[in-house]
């Protein structure tokens, strides 16, 4: 009984819902789709790009389907050959795929020409992919104000175009040009361990979720099993992340607002937890620690009940924090109704994680796909309302207090089980294959497709959900005042390292 | 060193990266950098140092010489992390230029990926007690 309040609450992922997707892939869409595959718990299809307008129709207007939300387009090349990797998603249905679409041209020129090419057509099926497109609306000549990357963590990599009437903004454009740092052939053709130490700078403000993202992927394709005190430890260290990660978001609020106890009290307590974290890992930011079938080392007896004895102590911190910041009338009345957002639009964005659920929407991959060992833990999805700048603080607060629980859990009743030492990469062989994989970290849902061939991997594309995030600040900016955009974009909790590629 | 800069070194960050963190770390109450008269500013036109750190393109190369150019002197730069002081991780083939060289000279080195904010201070202090010429 309970076992079925549980799952009647928080809709678990049905593998075989995904099968009967896969099925009506294969029967709708036939002639369309020239493979369909499971990806973990994901949706695979490759199709051609004269078939892609069709299709993307179909997958809208098909009540079987009912995709109402891109996430990502990419460019890239795969085994010789440029493609598009469309990603898409259903939260009414919940789950996603991604759409791998073959492009005519073999060369770069022509395949970018494509891509500009068949990006209009996209945008008339689904409006948010006009982010992709090349937009004349940036430049200076068109815009009232201009604010350039700023030098606080959260505002260096863009710049923000607003046309305004007055002090209210009517359009705002975001830019990421400075922040396209990577090179067209990076992560391709690279060895698999020199990419696990590097994937962390993706998510720099809670390193420990690509890795796992990585590593995830890749024992699903070699089919590993990990024990469960692996996984407990795993949960454990992102939740630790997370609290750090929401923590570094309530001390850029407090610095955007003017509140500098909070800020210096939020980075004392952050300080506290990554010492908690570098104790475990080695090292603050970057961990490196979780390793393809394992973890780097495992605890010493005596580091779970430390963790279990700092837990009150941050509890209390952050509780403290929360009284010092929320409680005062004047910083809430600033956060109330402003960056309002509801739960349409932040949808139609592709925004997820926190942002998405602070506008009403409940997804949570860790309770809606079942990850890891989640399944096993308890703990509430927090939930919010309004969707403007108060509840996106108050639900990083809910979030932190669950994470706390989370860790309380695990460290009270850790399996006590053998650890294996990590696969060695030098000696997987592996055939051509690809993998999708997917978790919750602090700004929504990190996802990564890996193309890989033994243990070279031939691609690694990274769809971070700070892109959606910039996107839904486009929307939300619009109707509110010039001196607010820092507050809502602070909101968001927009990680640079994500927008890289 | 200006006495009057020695005790009000104002320091502006330039670019995105992990090392960011680590560097405003330093301002808060563990590290408590502005006891030493250490303080963070977003206007070129008041700061004394630049600090180089994460990653660039072209176009985040242009910015940090706009940037230098408009600090008033006596002015000073430190480069920190990995990515400034070697080569980018994620883009080993991106290279400052030489002309950015040519104009940026750079004062101290903080190695580390990212380095601790206790590296940042070190170098901080180092630069307090025996600035070097500009």
């Known amino acids: 009984m309970a076992k079925e309040l549980y799952d009647g609450i928080y809709s678990s992922h049905k593998l075989v819902f995904i099968e009967r997707i896969e099925k009506n892939i294969d029967y709708y869409l036939k002639n369309r789709i ?8 994901e949706l695979f299809c490759v ?22 939300v891109i996430n990502s387009i990419n460019l890239f090349k795969s085994n010789g050959r440029y493609c598009l990797l469309i990603g898409l998603s259903s939260v009414a249905n919940n789950y996603s795929m991604l759409l791998k679409v073959l492009l005519n041209s073999g060369t770069d020129d022509g395949s970018r020409q494509e891509y500009k090419e068949i990006l209009p057509e996209i945008v008339q099926i689904f409006k948010a992919a006009e982010f992709y497109m090349s937009r004349n609306n940036l430049t200076h000549s068109y815009n009232d104000a201009v604010f350039e990357s700023q030098v606080f963590d959260g505002f260096d990599s863009f710049d923000i175009f607003l046309s305004t009437d007055y002090d209210i903004i009517n359009r705002a454009y975001l830019d ?19 990419l696990q130490t590097s994937v962390s700078r993706y998510d720099y403000s809670a390193g420990i979720f690509p890795e796992l993202c990585l590593c995830l992927a890749v024992e699903e394709l070699l089919k590993i099993k990990v024990s469960r005190r692996v996984q407990y430890i795993r949960i454990l260290l992102s939740e630790l992340s997370r609290i750090s990660s929401h923590i570094y978001f309530v001390a850029r609020i407090a ?16 300080e506290h937890v990554l010492r908690i974290l570098e104790e475990i890992t080695g090292s603050r930011i970057n961990p490196n620690f979780i390793k393809i079938g394992g973890i780097k080392k495992d605890f010493k007896p005596e580091t779970a009940a430390n963790i279990k004895g700092s837990l009150s102590g941050i509890l209390k911190a952050v509780y403290k924090l929360e009284t010092l910041l929320l409680d005062n009338s ?37 309770k809606n796909r079942n990850l890891m060992l989640y399944k096993d833990l308890s703990f509430l999805v927090a939930m919010g309302k309004y969707g403007d700048c108060l509840e996106r603080v108050q639900i990083r607060f809910r979030e932190i207090y669950q994470s706390i629980k989370i860790i309380d859990q695990i460290t009270s009743d850790l399996p006590d089980e ?40 031939l691609n690694l594309i990274v769809l971070g959900p700070s892109r959606n995030s910039l996107y839904f600040a ?12 820092e507050l809502i974009i602070a909101s968001l909790d927009i990680c640079s390292g994500e927008l890289m590629s | 060193m200006k006495s009057l800069v020695k005790n009000n070194l104002n320091l502006f960050v330039a670019g995105f990266g992990c090392c960011k963190q680590e560097i405003f770390a330093a301002s808060g109450p563990v590290y408590d950098i502005s006891r030493f008269g250490i303080n963070f500013t977003s206007i070129p036109e008041e700061s004394d140092v630049l600090v180089i750190q994460g990653f660039y393109n072209k176009e985040g190369q242009s910015r940090l010489l706009k940037y230098y150019a408009r600090m008033r002197e006596p002015k000073w730069v430190i480069a920190v992390g990995k990515c400034v002081v070697d080569c980018n991780l994620l883009n080993k083939s991106f ?31 180092r630069l307090l007690e025996s600035p070097p010429d500009y």
């Open chain 1, 47 to 68: 199709l051609n790009k004269s078939s892609l307008i069709s299709v993307l129709k179909e997958l809208k207007e098909n009540p079987e389907f009912d995709i109402q």
């Open chain 1, 418 to 457: 053998y650890i294996k030492k990590p696969v060695d990469i030098s000696e997987v062989e592996l055939e051509y294959s690809e993998m999708i994989s997917s978790v919750e970290c602090p700004h929504g849902v990190f996802k990564t497709f890996i193309e890989m061939k033994d243990n070279r991997v």
């Open chain 1, 330 to 366: 004047i910083i809430t009345a600033k956060l109330k109704n402003t960056g309002v957002a509801d739960k349409d639009v932040a949808l139609a964005c592709g925004t997820t994680g926190p942002n998405l659920r602070a506008s009403g929407v409940r997804y949570d991959i860790r």
């Open chain 2, 95 to 125: 290279q400052f230029d030489d002309g950015f060289r040519e104009i940026i000279n750079v004062d101290f080195f903080v190695p580390g990926c990212p380095p601790r904010p206790e590296a940042f201070m070190y170098a901080i202090l």
């Open chain 1, 474 to 485: 486009e929307k939300i900016l619009p109707g509110n005042r010039v001196e607010d955009v």
């Open chain 1, 34 to 41: 020239l493979e369909v595959k499971r990806l973990q718990q």
């Open chain 1, 176 to 194: 990421t040009a400075i922040s396209r740092v990577l090179p067209q052939n990076f992560n391709k053709d690279s060895s698999l361990f020199d």
């Open chain 1, 255 to 270: 610095k955007v607002i003017g509140a500098d106890m909070a800020f210096n009290f939020s980075l004392l307590e952050r």
